[in-house]
């Protein structure tokens, strides 16, 4: 069965920094495209930024360009979303999320075009 788990979320100050991962469990993931979304209460998830499967596109939500970064592991099977200047208003539960069968260069950015999704990571940035 596939299986996602997220890490590296946590509490963290305003203008700090944060390095999220995400992989795979019972499966190899260097062929699928992946993605994080997040989810504050009482709004719906939004998508945050994907990377295609080969790594070589990458697409980034509006509020977190030239913050936060996607990234694939040296082996492709490991995400990371590296988040710095981090801002109140980034605290969410972050879910890692992937999909296969795409073209090598495609990034998703929409909900619907993924399959796999993590149990959510909680990332809570103070003031």
């Known amino acids: 069965q596939v299986q996602l788990v997220e890490s590296g979320g946590g509490l963290v100050q305003a203008g700090g920094s944060l390095r999220l991962s995400c992989a795979p469990s019972?499966?190899?993931?260097?062929?699928?495209?992946m993605g994080w979304f997040r989810q504050a209460p009482g709004k719906e998830r939004e998508f945050v930024a994907a990377i295609s499967r080969s790594g070589g596109s990458t697409a980034h939500a509006d509020s977190v360009k030239g913050r936060f970064t996607i990234a694939r592991g040296t082996l492709k099977n490991t995400v990371y979303l590296q988040m710095n200047s981090l801002k109140p208003e980034d605290t969410a539960v972050y879910y890692c999320?992937?999909?296969?069968?795409?073209?090598?260069?495609?990034?998703?950015?929409?909900?619907?075009?993924?399959?796999?999704w993590g149990q959510g990571t909680q990332v809570t940035v103070s003031s």
């Open positions: 999320t992937a999909r296969g069968g795409l073209d090598s260069d495609y990034a998703p950015t929409l909900k619907t075009e993924y399959t796999y």
């Open positions: 019972g499966h190899t993931f260097s062929t699928y495209a």
